[in-house]
């Protein structure tokens, strides 16, 4: 069983940035890839950025390349969502998860964290 925990959100202005953390615990290793969701009140869970565990590939929806950068600490075994430039739009319930492939597709994870809210004002 794998286990995430995610952080780092919260309250912030349009024109900020967050890092968000998504630590992994469990039965983790280089097979898996983490991937960022997010889901806005009233929308669809919607991809954001997955990694591979080992760092070499990424991957991003392509309205957010640029502003968003996904990486990870395999020392710390977390991998870290950067956003910057946040806005309104942004605002959305994110979750990270773990599977075995480098996707954009909620099914092909396995293993979901409880979720952190960032809200963006304007």
């Known amino acids: 069983q794998v286990h995430l925990v995610e952080s780092g959100g919260g309250l912030v202005q349009a024109g900020d940035s967050l890092r968000l953390s998504c630590e992994a615990s469990?039965?983790?290793?280089?097979?898996?890839?983490i991937g960022w969701f997010r889901q806005a009140p009233g929308k669809d869970r919607e991809f954001v950025a997955t990694?591979?565990?080992?760092?070499?590939?990424?991957y991003y929806k392509d309205s957010l390349k640029g502003r968003y950068t996904i990486s990870r600490d395999n020392a710390k075994n977390t991998v870290y969502l950067q956003m910057n430039s946040l806005e309104p739009e942004d605002t959305a319930v994110y979750y990270c998860?773990?599977?075995?492939?480098?996707?954009?597709?909620?099914?092909?994870?396995?293993?979901w964290g409880q979720g952190t809210q960032v809200t963006v004002s304007s």
């Open positions: 469990g039965r983790i290793d280089s097979t898996y890839a």
């Open positions: 998860a773990a599977g075995k492939a480098l996707s954009y597709y909620r099914s092909e994870y396995l293993h």
């Open positions: 990694i591979t565990w080992n760092g070499k590939n990424t």
